[in-house]
């Protein structure tokens, strides 16, 4: 079962795409943030950010996963993890 790990944007590997929560307009919304092969971090959130589209946002990225894979999880400034969702972990020092 895939675990939910909180992680800073530099630490995302390359080539993989953590969830992004951010607050818009008061509300805790989801995007994605890929970690490109070249290096640079891709950002992406709907053009008008719901939060009807936070557990659809979720699901959209945990079916690109492989099933022993943890998602990754970044949290911009203001936005919080859901105290009815899983457990999220915090990544092991490396």
Same mark, same amino acid.
């Given at each position: 079962?895939?675990?939910?790990?909180?992680?800073?944007?530099?630490?995302? !590997?390359?080539?993989?795409?953590?969830?992004?929560?951010? %607050?818009?307009?008061?509300?805790l #919304?989801?995007?994605?943030?890929e970690?490109?092969?070249?290096?640079?971090?891709?950002?992406? %959130? !709907?053009? =008008? !950010?719901?939060?009807? =589209?936070? %557990?659809?946002?979720? #699901?959209?990225?945990?079916?690109?996963? !492989? =099933? =022993?894979?943890?998602?990754?999880?970044?949290?911009?400034?203001?936005?919080?993890?859901?105290?009815?969702?899983?457990?999220?972990?915090?990544?092991?020092?490396?």
């Open positions: 079962m895939a675990r939910y790990i909180r992680v800073s944007p530099d630490h995302i !590997p390359l080539g993989q795409t953590a969830l992004l929560l951010f %607050v818009h307009q008061n509300e #919304c989801a995007g994605a943030l970690h490109r092969a070249d290096g640079r971090l891709d950002r992406r %959130v !709907p053009e =008008d !950010p719901s939060p009807h =589209d936070l %557990v659809l946002g979720i #699901c959209r990225l945990m079916a690109d996963l !492989p =099933d =022993d894979a943890d998602l990754l999880v970044v949290m911009e400034p203001l936005a919080y993890w859901p105290a009815s969702f899983p457990k999220l972990h915090r990544q092991a020092n490396r």
